[in-house]
């Protein structure tokens, strides 16, 4: 499988927890960027493999102008041979839609929509920063179904300042009353450089305990699961059929190009990143060369503990045949830890393998340390 992942770095206004790479939106810049990614995508140019998933990320891509959309989609079409059942997605952000942009999106091929809303309440969402209400977001949900959107996935977030559990159920049952194929839920998590980080520094909130956030996570594993939603990876439950194609690529360690300021990429065993800066990405791009900041050959230990550290963040888990490749028995080269998270229920066998049970999905960071040399 080969991905695509195109970043679009910017917004309508930065939201308080964000440390994407974003920027708010300025039509000079915006401009000067679309002629670069032409460019870098010229320098990626491959026909001979077809791209199976491309992800549309951001950032805001569904700020983009439907002329805009349609110039990046003819440039992908020119530069790359895309698979007839690839799945297409574009993140999206209420606010930044309407009927018709949906409808164009649609008959660009896009095929998957991922709608941030996080949360129903309106006071929570004004206080994290986003541009729009829950109204807003229920609109252009609708609107979606009627353009023709089968597949949409929909970003919620707990633990967020001042929300309480109640305020986890409300978001919960309203957003699976409107039935979307996916759910992404996320703990918040602060990242110094953002506004929210500061302001936790300033006291002007107190984050929920360790105990409150683990509630809320089983409340939405059980509560999801009851209304025919699938938990297949920590943070996302869908119904069959409906997992993220693009997203599992990531988690299985495949081959993906990463185009845009800030974009990571994974080919033939070397890891790259690019720059962040939208003037040290045009620099690059004006001397024809690719905005490569940092990259690095995986070593055969890297490949194998990121396999084990994606894997074990899926449902599936570990699966002891895919660490053939590397001349390891799995069984026999971690039978010590196996062992000991085994006898602490943290993981249980399966036919193939093992994977975590809800009590070592609760502290995976820990039990990840426990299989890195």
């Known amino acids: 499988m080969l991905g695509l992942y195109i970043h679009i770095p910017f917004c309508v206004q930065k939201c308080k927890y964000c440390d994407f ?40 891509p569904s700020i983009l102008s439907n002329t805009e959309m349609k110039m990046i989609m003819d440039e992908i079409n020119k530069n790359f041979c895309i698979d007839k059942d690839a799945e297409i997605s574009m ?56 353009a023709g959107f089968k597949n949409i996935n929909i ?29 992404s839920a996320y703990s918040l998590i602060l990242e110094e450089g953002t506004q929210l980080y500061d302001m936790y ?72 990143n690019n720059v962040k800066d939208l003037d040290d990405y045009h620099d690059k791009l004006s001397k024809n060369e690719k905005p490569i900041e940092f990259c690095e050959n995986l070593t055969e230990k890297d490949k194998i503990e990121e396999k084990i550290i994606m894997g074990l963040r899926m449902n599936d888990g570990i699966i002891f045949k895919d660490f053939e490749e590397f001349g390891i028995n799995f069984e026999e080269k971690y039978k010590e830890q196996l062992k000991k998270h085994e006898s602490l229920d943290l993981i249980t066998k399966t036919n193939k ?21």
């Open 21 to 60: 790479n974003s920027y708010k939106i300025e039509k000079d810049k915006k401009e000067k960027f679309l002629n670069d990614l032409k460019k870098e995508m010229s320098l990626y140019t491959n026909k001979d493999r077809k791209i199976n998933t491309i992800f549309f990320g951001g950032g805001t």
């Open 91 to 146: 993140e999206c952000n209420p606010g930044t839609l309407n009927k018709e942009k949906l409808e164009f999106m649609k008959s660009l091929g896009i095929n998957r929509l991922s709608i941030g809303l996080q949360a129903v309440q309106e006071d929570l969402l004004g206080y994290i920063g986003r541009i729009h209400n829950y109204e807003q977001f229920e609109k252009n949900y609708i609107e979606a179904r009627k």
């Open 155 to 183: 970003d919620l977030m707990y633990n967020l300042p001042h929300q309480t559990f109640e305020d986890w159920k409300e978001t919960l049952d309203k957003i699976i009353e409107l039935n979307p194929e996916h759910i």
């Open 201 to 272: 520094m300033d006291k002007d909130f107190e984050l929920s305990d360790e105990d409150e956030d683990i509630k809320m996570y089983e409340y939405a594993i059980e509560c999801l699961k009851l209304n025919g939603y699938n938990q297949y990876e920590i943070s996302n439950y869908t119904k069959e059929g409906y997992e993220c194609k693009h997203n599992i690529l990531y988690w299985k360690c495949k081959n993906y190009i990463g185009l845009g300021p800030g974009a990571s990429g994974y080919i033939n065993n070397v890891r790259y």
């Open 353 to 373: 393998g093992f994977k975590f049970t809800q009590k070592g999905r609760e502290i995976s960071n820990n039990i990840f340390l426990d299989y890195i040399d």
